[in-house]
């Protein structure tokens, strides 16, 4: 079955970085487009960044030019390093291919 795995998440203060890891398996990985989400607690879960499989990549206003999503088909794992973290990125934090199948998140708490 399909299964998606992050980490890296944590607690940082404000200004500082953290590298998300997505691990998916039961899926050709290489063709699907995958993408970050977060849900911060009250609010809807938006999308952050995606990627598609052949390496374009959107972001979100709110992330652009602080968030870069990667890929490394040979690993299976899609990326998302976050960068000038402030308290508004507080969130869990998803990776999701097609919006079909989801991973558990990962908490991410930024501190001011």
């Known amino acids: 079955q399909v299964q998606l795995v992050e980490s890296g998440g944590g607690l940082v203060q404000a200004g500082g970085s953290l590298r998300l890891s997505c691990a998916a398996s039961?899926?050709?990985?290489?063709?699907?487009?995958m993408a970050w989400y977060r849900q911060a607690p009250g609010k809807q879960r938006e999308l952050v960044a995606r990627?598609?499989?052949?390496?374009?990549?959107g972001y979100a206003d709110s992330v652009k030019g602080r968030f870069t999503i990667s890929r490394d088909n040979a690993k299976s794992t899609v990326y998302l390093q976050m960068n000038s973290l402030n308290p508004e990125d507080t969130a869990v934090y998803y990776c999701?291919?097609?919006?079909?199948?989801w991973g558990q998140g990962t908490q991410v708490t930024v501190s001011s």
């Open positions: 999701s291919t097609m919006s079909i199948y």
């Open positions: 039961g899926i050709i990985f290489r063709l699907n487009p």
């Open positions: 990627i598609t499989s052949g390496g374009s990549t």
